[in-house]
């Protein structure tokens, strides 16, 4: 079976105030984020995006208060194979899935990875979701980030989801053990844009997309730190980027971790534990959103996965062996 079908909407909103002064192309890239910015800017050039009534360029600056009406006609952009993929099921109901993805597997197909992703494996398991944009996939996670999905079962769930997103109606919670000893918990407040050089990578940039990160101290050891992680908001990479930008990169993160650095005195244990920890430590542990069909207030979790349980045990276990002396 393969995800073909066609869906359409129409969408308006108001122009924020707090965008005035940017270009269109960019505002509507804040405004309707379910959506990549190349594809709204051909919509707004083919005349599916009005602004008051006409057809504006993208280059054209907004004052806000501008109504923005979107003829959104979405095609699949490659055409995914149903196949049997393991990952764990949450909840699931008539409008809305939940998925406990682990680490290692990959959310959509792309190059090098067309098959053996979370969408084949949601398309064998719901074919109706080849209905549903994305196979109804809200959000994305990491390939080697585990935990907590949202999957909407039908196109207006999904509609609702995307903009419950966007209005940052879905409180998501990650875990992450990063380097170093955090003091205290924090906000990091910092615009996150494409790394200039690097393009596969993001980074902290002026004039990048706004992105919040509330954080949490969970336990702190002799040179690591858990933590709990609030998103504000959702850009690519965001909680890796940010601890990053703080000296305090994830553990095991091949992208923003940079070399492995050992804690003072480890012993043979905790060295081949951080060795052996070749992924970023970060988990969506937990979801609470309103159901977007009934408005019933949901919240889900997920325990951290085995690999994650086990770096923080050695982590703990080496922290008690220096207290003792």
């Given at each position: 079976?393969?995800?073909?079908?066609?869906?359409?909407?129409?969408?308006?909103?108001?122009?924020?105030?707090?965008?005035?002064?940017?270009?269109?192309?960019?505002?509507?890239?804040?405004?309707?984020?379910?959506?990549?910015?190349?594809?709204l800017k051909?919509?707004?050039?083919?005349g599916?995006?009005?602004?008051?009534?006409?057809?504006?360029?993208?280059?054209?600056p907004?004052?806000?208060?501008?109504?923005?009406?979107l003829?959104?006609?979405?095609?699949?952009?490659?055409?995914?194979?149903?196949?049997p993929?393991?990952?764990?099921v949450?909840?699931?109901?008539?409008?809305?899935?939940?998925?406990d993805?682990?680490?290692g597997?990959?959310?959509h197909p792309?190059?090098?990875?067309?098959?053996?992703?979370?969408?084949?494996g949601?398309?064998?398991?719901?074919?109706?979701?080849?209905?549903?944009?994305?196979?109804?996939?809200?959000?994305?996670?990491d390939?080697?980030?585990?935990g907590?999905?949202?999957?909407?079962?039908?196109?207006?769930?999904?509609?609702?989801?995307?903009?419950?997103?966007?209005?940052?109606r879905?409180?998501?919670?990650?875990r992450?053990?990063?380097?170093?000893a955090?003091?205290?918990?924090?906000?990091?407040?910092?615009?996150?844009?494409?790394?200039?050089?690097?393009?596969?990578?993001?980074?902290?940039?002026?004039?990048g997309?706004?992105?919040?990160t509330?954080?949490?101290?969970?336990?702190r050891?002799?040179?690591?730190?858990?933590?709990?992680?609030?998103?504000e908001?959702?850009?690519?990479?965001?909680?890796?980027?940010?601890?990053?930008?703080?000296?305090?990169?994830?553990?095991?993160d091949?992208?923003?971790?940079?070399?492995l650095?050992?804690?003072?005195?480890?012993?043979e244990?905790?060295?081949?534990?951080?060795?052996?920890?070749?992924?970023?430590?970060l988990?969506?542990?937990?979801?609470?959103?309103?159901?977007?069909v009934?408005?019933?207030?949901?919240?889900?979790?997920?325990?951290?996965?085995?690999?994650?349980?086990?770096?923080?045990?050695?982590?703990?276990?080496?922290?008690?062996?220096?207290?003792?002396?």
């Amino acid at each position: 079976m393969t995800e073909t079908a066609e869906t359409a909407e129409t969408l308006r909103q108001q122009v924020p105030g707090t965008l005035a002064g940017k270009r269109m192309d960019q505002a509507l890239a804040q405004m309707f984020p379910q959506y990549s910015r190349s594809r709204l800017k051909e919509w707004l050039l083919t005349g599916r995006i009005t602004v008051d009534g006409r057809g504006w360029r993208p280059r054209d600056p907004v004052a806000g208060g501008e109504t923005v009406e979107l003829h959104a006609v979405v095609e699949p952009e490659t055409r995914v194979e149903a196949a049997p993929v393991a990952f764990r099921v949450v909840h699931e109901d008539p409008a809305l899935i939940v998925v406990d993805k682990p680490a290692g597997l990959v959310v959509h197909p792309g190059a090098g990875n067309r098959e053996g992703t979370l969408q084949n494996g949601l398309l064998h398991r719901y074919p109706e979701l080849a209905g549903v944009p994305r196979a109804g996939i809200v959000h994305r996670l990491d390939k080697d980030t585990s935990g907590l999905m949202l999957v909407a079962r039908t196109v207006q769930a999904h509609t609702a989801l995307v903009r419950a997103l966007a209005k940052r109606r879905i409180r998501r919670e990650y875990r992450a053990v990063c380097r170093g000893a955090l003091t205290a918990g924090g906000t990091i407040d910092a615009p996150i844009d494409r790394h200039p050089v690097q393009r596969t990578r993001m980074a902290v940039r002026e004039g990048g997309r706004p992105a919040v990160t509330h954080y949490r101290v969970v336990e702190r050891f002799v040179a690591h730190t858990d933590v709990r992680a609030r998103l504000e908001s959702g850009r690519t990479h965001q909680i890796r980027v940010h601890f990053a930008h703080l000296r305090h990169p994830l553990v095991g993160d091949p992208a923003y971790g940079g070399r492995l650095q050992l804690p003072p005195g480890t012993d043979e244990a905790l060295t081949a534990t951080l060795r052996g920890f070749r992924r970023q430590a970060l988990h969506a542990e937990s979801l609470a959103l309103a159901h977007p069909v009934s408005g019933e207030e949901l919240e889900f979790s997920a325990p951290l996965p085995a690999d994650h349980a086990a770096l923080i045990e050695a982590l703990r276990a080496h922290r008690k062996r220096r207290e003792a002396g």
